[in-house]
């Protein structure tokens, strides 16, 4: 069962971690990464994950895949507080498919962010106070603010790949398309290596047949993600990247960047949010449900249901006259939902 994490569960913040502190967490994220973030990525698939939020879908789950749900928001309980943290309370009610795919992108881009050995690790930590120089002259000072401004426009990379691999190569578009299809492997691999460990019949061969397989499968992922970051970092550099209402990212041209900035294009559906829509537009349209004893249950998760789709659709979303009839067949309000 996955239970709430409270206040007292919350790990140190990362930043006020000593050198020792810091290179344990690392190597928990750099495990539960490796061993963890598959397993829960297939259910991302699940029509339920898109539906339920975590608490309700997750409880259906193996005990040791709720188990790393929990851990993997523990280790996240490390950056409690920054800008993109839904912690405490927002974790537990968005979708299960959100959910797995927050943890998974954040500890990985932990991992990516904080290389695990001491001599990367102590780059972070403060410098020994030294004697004041002197107050720095006006033109220094004035460089140094314009520097520090510049850096809090910085974009934030989507959290899905889909929601910015359109602005890549051709080709790096071509490897992110294998992502889903490698972790699918690797998971298989693993579990298979897993079955026969534990089988005294197996042949040695076959169990190192499937161990390399997720192996390889494992640093293709890695090498992929690598790129991405590669790719990533030269458009940023380029600084003609925004970032759209619905997260995606697109580029401009340099002058018309402020007014892009200012007034975004209506943005367009990746596949994975049209693939989404279909999918809730064909559930929030069905009135079979929730006409008997489990009315006032259906309501409330078709109100959730709603609250997702309108994310995808926008104001057009009430428009929509096969839903606009089920709201009316349940007694909804869609006004007061928007």
Known sequence: MITKLTSNDYLKRFSSMTLAEKQEYL?????????QSHALLRHTADTEAQLQNILQCGNKWKIEEQEAVSEGIRLLSAFAGNGDSWLPNAVY??????????????????????????????????LPAKKRPGRPKKEARAEGSAD?????????????IDQ????????????????????????????NARL???????????????????????????????????????????????????????????????EKTAEPEKPTRTREQSANRRTLRKWLGDTRRGNGKTREEHVRKWKE????????EGADAAKD???AEAAKHYGIDLASLS
Not at 229 to 240: A, P
Not at 305 to 312: G, P, Q, S, T, V
Request: aromatic content about 6%.
């Open 27 to 35: 190597e928990k994220v750099m495990d539960w990464n490796k061993n």
């Open 93 to 126: 009610s968005k979708s299960a498919k959100r959910v797995i795919q927050w943890i998974a992108d954040g500890l990985m881009r932990v991992q990516a962010d904080n290389t695990a050995t001491p001599k990367s690790i102590a780059a972070t930590q403060p």
């Open 148 to 160: 520090t401004a510049d850096t809090a426009f910085t974009p934030v990379r989507p959290k899905h």
């Open 164 to 191: 910015y691999v359109h602005l890549f190569p051709k080709k790096i578009q071509e490897r992110a398309g294998m992502v889903k299809d490698l972790l699918r492997q690797e998971e298989v691999a693993r579990e």
């Open 196 to 258: 026969l460990m534990n089988d005294p019949n197996s042949s040695p061969g076959d169990r190192a047949k499937w161990a390399t397989l997720a192996t390889k499968c494992d640093k293709a992922v890695k090498d992929i993600y690598r790129a991405l970051d590669e790719e990533w970092d030269k458009l940023v550099t380029s600084g003609r990247v925004v970032i759209d209402d619905l997260g995606n990212a697109k580029v401009v041209s340099p002058e018309k960047t402020e």
């Open 305 to 312: 249901a709603y609250r997702e789709f309108l994310k995808i």
């Open 321 to 323: 006259s096969k839903i």
